[in-house]
């Protein structure tokens, strides 16, 4: 034997062996690890904290997602509350972390699980997505990539697989997907539903936000693969990335509670409710985008309505000349806006939404 072979196999020797992880419960600052959530084996008329082992990163340490589970005293629905797929839409974390502490599990049917923050990675770096070491470096986005897959693909793929398998498959009958327009632009409150699916509708009904489009969805986000599985689910968009807004945080927790009164997991409360105002209902959204780059100045607001032809916006450039106008291409509400001053080419100014009525776009073009 060589002395750098004998030394290899010393070193080899010294190896420490890896934790059984059958031994003990892991504990990270006294909450459990899971590697595998099962809400039917847990107690009834309880809430849990944990930590979800999500994926193992390139140093070998793993990115844990914070997990929230109310099991009713009683069986019932159960309801999935996730937040901040993309990292940098806070609104929605606020939100389960607010409506998970006011359950009352003893009066709760059923059990809601609530994710404050599932994209733990773009979090970390205040990113709308989850970053890949590999190859130098590359940004993956969770939300377009569920189902996943535990064991094939990039890591984002596998964390998505993780996700899916091991934290909701078997756990959930109904879902709210929380997020907010990407940074540098806005929503009102907002509903993208599949109304194809039965279910679908009731839920963006009871969280009555400021609009509902109807919407066939996107393939590998969390509201079209759980359609797609036959399980109702919406996505829920607060306003703006990277903040607390605490009028639509507090909208969000009360239209929650409808869900859940409309499901039966709660009892209708003792009051009277407020009226509340009808959603707008659209069925096609018209973007109008940057065309040059510069500083843009909006002349409308959030939910105007505006009429063809209507000025939108000026772009200007360094020197405050006008480099663009954009005009309204067509009748409609104004259902987000591009407020950060600075747009790029083919960055969005203002998005429209109205109602199509031909057939082929009655449950959304
Ligand atoms: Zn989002």
Same mark, same amino acid.
């Given at each position: 034997?060589?002395?750098?072979?004998?030394?290899?196999?010393?070193?080899?020797?010294?190896?420490?062996?890896?934790?059984? #992880?059958?031994?003990?419960?892991?504990?990270?600052?006294?909450?459990?690890?899971?590697?595998?959530? =099962?809400?039917?084996?847990?107690? +009834?008329?309880?809430?849990?904290? &944990?930590?979800?082992?999500?994926?193992?990163?390139?140093?070998?340490?793993?990115? &844990?997602?914070?997990?929230?589970?109310?099991?009713?005293?009683?069986?019932?629905?159960?309801?999935?509350?996730? !937040?901040?797929?993309?990292?940098?839409?806070?609104?929605?974390?606020?939100?389960?972390?607010?409506?998970?502490?006011? /359950?009352? *599990?003893?009066?709760?049917?059923?059990?809601?699980?609530?994710?404050?923050?599932?994209?733990? !990675?773009?979090?970390?770096?205040?990113?709308?997505?989850?970053?890949?070491?590999?190859?130098?470096?590359?940004?993956? @986005?969770?939300?377009?990539?569920?189902?996943?897959?535990?064991?094939?693909?990039?890591?984002?793929?596998?964390?998505?697989?993780?996700?899916?398998?091991?934290?909701?498959?078997?756990?959930?009958?109904?879902?709210?997907?929380?997020?907010?327009?990407?940074?540098?632009?806005?929503?009102?409150? &907002?509903?993208?539903?599949? *109304?194809?699916? @039965?279910?679908?509708?009731? /839920?963006?009904?009871?969280?009555?936000?400021?609009?509902?489009? &109807? @919407?066939?969805? =996107?393939?590998?986000?969390?509201?079209?693969?759980?359609?797609? #599985?036959?399980?109702?689910?919406?996505?829920?968009?607060?306003? +703006? #990335?990277?903040?607390? $807004?605490?009028?639509?945080?507090?909208?969000?927790?009360?239209?929650?509670?409808?869900?859940?009164?409309?499901?039966?997991?709660?009892?209708?409360?003792?009051?009277?409710? #407020?009226?509340?105002?009808?959603?707008?209902?659209?069925?096609?959204?018209? !973007?109008?985008?940057?065309?040059?780059?510069?500083?843009?100045?909006?002349?409308?607001?959030?939910? =105007?309505?505006?009429?063809?032809?209507?000025?939108?916006?000026?772009?200007?450039?360094?020197?405050?000349?006008?480099?663009?106008?954009?005009?309204?291409?067509?009748?409609?509400?104004?259902?987000?806006?591009?407020?950060?001053?600075?747009?790029?080419?083919? !960055?969005?100014? *203002?998005?429209?939404?109205?109602?199509?009525? $031909?057939?082929?776009?009655?449950?959304?073009?």
């Amino acid at each position: 034997m060589t002395p750098l072979i004998q030394a290899a196999t010393m070193l080899a020797l010294a190896a420490i062996a890896a934790p059984d #992880a059958a031994i003990a419960q892991d504990m990270l600052g006294g909450v459990p690890v899971i590697d595998k959530l =099962d809400v039917n084996t847990l107690p +009834r008329g309880k809430l849990t904290t &944990y930590w979800f082992k999500a994926a193992e990163t390139n140093n070998g340490q793993w990115l &844990y997602v914070p997990v929230i589970v109310a099991r009713g005293a009683e069986d019932g629905k159960r309801l999935l509350l996730n !937040s901040g797929i993309h990292g940098d839409e806070l609104n929605g974390i606020r939100v389960v972390q607010l409506v998970m502490a006011d /359950i009352d *599990v003893t009066k709760l049917k059923g059990t809601v699980i609530g994710i404050p923050g599932l994209n733990v !990675s773009g979090s970390l770096h205040a990113n709308r997505q989850m970053y890949l070491s590999a190859d130098g470096g590359a940004l993956v @986005d969770l939300n377009r990539n569920m189902p996943g897959d535990e064991a094939k693909g990039n890591n984002g793929i596998r964390f998505d697989g993780r996700v899916w398998n091991r934290l909701w498959a078997g756990n959930v009958d109904l879902v709210i997907d929380m997020h907010t327009q990407s940074t540098g632009t806005a929503y009102p409150l &907002y509903v993208w539903a599949d *109304v194809r699916l @039965d279910g679908v509708q009731k /839920i963006a009904e009871a969280l009555n936000p400021d609009v509902i489009k &109807y @919407d066939p969805g =996107d393939k590998g986000t969390v509201e079209t693969e759980f359609d797609r #599985a036959k399980i109702p689910a919406v996505t829920f968009e607060l306003g +703006r #990335a990277k903040t607390w $807004q605490h009028d639509l945080i507090l909208r969000a927790v009360s239209g929650i509670n409808r869900v859940m009164v409309a499901e039966g997991m709660l009892a209708p409360p003792a009051a009277t409710p #407020a009226t509340l105002q009808k959603p707008f209902i659209g069925n096609e959204t018209t !973007s109008i985008n940057a065309s040059s780059g510069g500083f843009v100045e909006l002349h409308v607001a959030l939910l =105007d309505k505006v009429t063809k032809g209507q000025s939108l916006a000026t772009q200007m450039n360094p020197f405050g000349a006008v480099v663009k106008e954009y005009t309204a291409p067509q009748d409609g509400l104004v259902l987000a806006i591009g407020d950060e001053p600075t747009r790029e080419p083919g !960055s969005l100014i *203002v998005r429209l939404i109205h109602w199509n009525p $031909q057939d082929s776009c009655k449950q959304g073009c």
